[in-house]
């Protein structure tokens, strides 16, 4: 058991493999935190702060008349409201009498093995084998609010999950302003705040700020966890790196809207909060009902940023994602987004088809502008039945004429969308998100359905399940393209609109629950304008996002850097698409884009018809070479071995975990005349181990006419070569060049 409690002390142990996390329940029931960080023999730590008569801090009664206590000082597990702490809260309460309060004692707490689930959104999962819960309840004894902390131990995997259920169980109602996960505070120490922001076709990109007595606020206000920020945030030691230093990882497991605060508080602790945004957040609790907060997964690890993205890759791809996609291999397709766009008939996609057979390709996605009258992006999102004058032999016989070329076939669809052009919007214009008496405001001529309504919600399912079951759908590329306003739902009373954002996400979860449970051999591939949707919520139901609907390879170095500070590469939906880029215009080698988009879950998007036999011919090594890596590029542990744009190239390693082999990724990211040599030490080797080098990208790159060609270089090294004195390159010509470089264990 992890989970250890002393009657007497009143004190509560969580022990990882290599993390601690204690709480106290102190002598007058107040819950505080006491540590959370590296794990040594469990000891008391109450010693960490000795109390202290603070001015302007206030004293709660039942330490009275001694000063040495104040809610505004000591550690507190979750904080309560209005009653004197005046750093950032989890919770804000509005009581029946109007007060706004909420102050908690301790009641009780109880362990158990396996996993706590909560209803109706995702959470990570375990065995009774693998995680263990602890439950501790803390009430307001005069409105009798209780909140049950969750804790979700994955202890071999250094994992901790917080969310907090609230009751109410008094006689009134209250409303919640606020209800966040968690908050932890850690007393000491000097940090920094890493934080994924971007935009449409620039997402995740790290900032890195020290923790100042301001609030950082990480947000999203956009209904959907978005291209804005990631609900996903790194506190570290000012000096920490890839390689040493302590982190904390906070993730939240949510799609919507999110609010992560953190800030040094008067006596230099930190604080940090995280849950649904509370901006538009109001939540009606009657008396007898519960209100769940998403799940955060939090690590710690004093190894640098490295030991903490492994520890989130981990539990993403084993306790995250689910179905029969979790670990199998998955399909390597053909979107025919960037190939065609809107413009296609059947005959060119059957064309399309015999290209992709052709190379090896195993799916067929059919991309936007199949249903209604979808010729333009201003229309049809809703009428999700399909348009027999561009696909003339019906989808049925589509989708079988592709199956007998020997290809899966996919297909998307923006389900939470509505045009005002559509048949579904003359029937029900009150499904869509609008304010009264007002005309709502429009992303790409499109409105959001109100999926807080179940009818919309039922609706959405009777249109998806006869196309899945008809046809022989095994992916679906499930899209979002805008961000949510004019926020309001037609049938929920003024009082309850502060529901709506929150409901809203809990259909989609619905919905996704709904088509995965009676689909469970569909692939989903989760979508928002790229990656403005990319979070562990969604990876609950689709073990793929499509990382940014910018597929330059040069910029997506950036994109999937970032993004894989928190997500593991089979999260990583990438494609390799045509050149010159359509977002960017920049001509790079085919190679280079194909050892940028393995790095993810691997793909085409472009038309093999206007492609050379030479490029093709790379095509198809390409997917031998995916294919032969594919354990090692999926289940590897990921080395980011440069810091994005510091130098003119980009290094990247993926290392079996029992260090038998390692495939060393690079990038030149600008071409130089007389460059110094580029060397990359290699990490995860065995050092006395033997590693003979395989040279993927032979061929495929030019080395400058004096130097001597690769082939002839060295061959074998010990692994202490490798990760101490690096791998110096072949000094290189020309735009972008790539390498993709093996080393296998030799020696047993
Ligand atoms: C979004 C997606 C793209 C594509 C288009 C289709 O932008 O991110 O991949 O599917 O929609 O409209």
Known sequence: MSINY????????IETLHTMYQMRVDENGFLQHLYYGKRFSADDMTYLYPGYDRPCSGNPDEAYPSRMVSFNVFPQEYTGYGIGDFRINSLAVRNAD????????????ETGKGKYGLSGLPASYGTEEEAETLVVRIQDPVTKLKAELLYGIFAEKDIITRAVRIKNEGQQSVILDRALSMSLDIPFGKWDLIHFHGRH?????????????????????????????????????????????????????????????????????????????????????EPGGTFETPEVILTFTDEGFTGLS??????????????????????????????????????????????????????????????????TDDRSLGDWFVNEKKIR??????????????????????????????ELYRLHPDWAFAMP??????????LVLDLSRSEVVDYLYDRIEPLLRENNI??????????????????????????????YVLG?????????????????????????????????????????????????????????????VSTVGAHVSASPNHQTGRTTPIHTRAVVAMSGTFGYELDPGKLTAQEKDQIREQLRLFRKHYDLIQGGLLYRLTAIQEDTYEAWQFAAEDKSEALLNVVVTAPRANRPLINIRLKGLEPDGIYELTDESDGYYMAVPSEPPVKEWKKLFTGGALMFGGYTLPNVWGDYPAFQLHFRRIDG
């Not at 109007?98 to 707490?109: E, I, L, Q, T, W």
């Not at 506190?235 to 800030?263: K, Q, W």
């Open 393 to 422: 032999c019906g989808l049925k016989s589509l989708v079988e004429q592709i199956n007998a070329k020997g290809l899966k076939f996919g297909i998307w669809m923006e389900p939470e969308m509505i045009n005002e052009n559509s």
């Open 508 to 568: 989609i979860y619905d919905l996704m629950d709904r088509i995965t449970t009676n689909f469970p051999d569909l692939l989903l591939e989760g979508c928002s304008g790229g990656g403005g949707r990319f979070d562990a919520g969604i990876l609950y139901y689709s073990p793929q996002i499509w990382c940014s609907d910018d597929t330059d390879p040069i910029e997506r170095l950036n994109i999937q850097y970032g993004t894989s500070f928190g997500y593991p």
């Open 474 to 503: 095994e992916y679906l590329k499930w899209d979002m393209n805008r961000s949510l306003s004019d926020v309001y739902s037609a049938t929920l009373p003024p009082e309850r609109q502060g529901e709506v954002l929150h409901r």
């Open 310 to 375: 492994h520890r989130f890759h981990k539990i993403i791809r084993h306790n995250i994602c689910r179905g029969k996609y979790q670990f199998a291999q998955r399909p390597v397709l053909l979107n025919n987004w960037e190939a065609t766009y809107l413009d296609f008939t059947d005959e060119k996609l059957l064309a399309l088809a015999d290209e992709a057979a052709a190379l090896g390709i195993d799916m067929l996605v059919l991309d936007d502008g199949w249903f209604g009258e979808r010729n």
């Open 201 to 285: 076709a620039l997402e995740r990109q790290t900032e890195r700020e020290q923790l100042t007595h301001l609030v950082k606020k990480v947000e999203s206000k956009r209904g959907t966890s978005s291209h804005q920020e990631n609900p996903f945030i790194i506190l570290c030691d000012r000096n920490a790196g890839e390689d040493h230093g302590a982190c904390y990882g906070f993730m939240l497991v949510y799609s919507g809207g999110f609010t992560a605060e953190a800030e040094l508080d008067q006596f230099d602790s930190a604080r940090i909060v995280m849950g649904i945004q509370d901006d538009q957040f109001a939540w009606s609790l």
């Open 437 to 446: 008496g007002r005309i709502p405001t429009r992303t790409r001529s499109q």
């Open 98 to 109: 109007g007060s706004y309060g909420a102050d908690f004692r301790y009641v009780s707490h």
């Open 6 to 13: 002393q009657e007497r002390t009143g004190i509560i142990t």
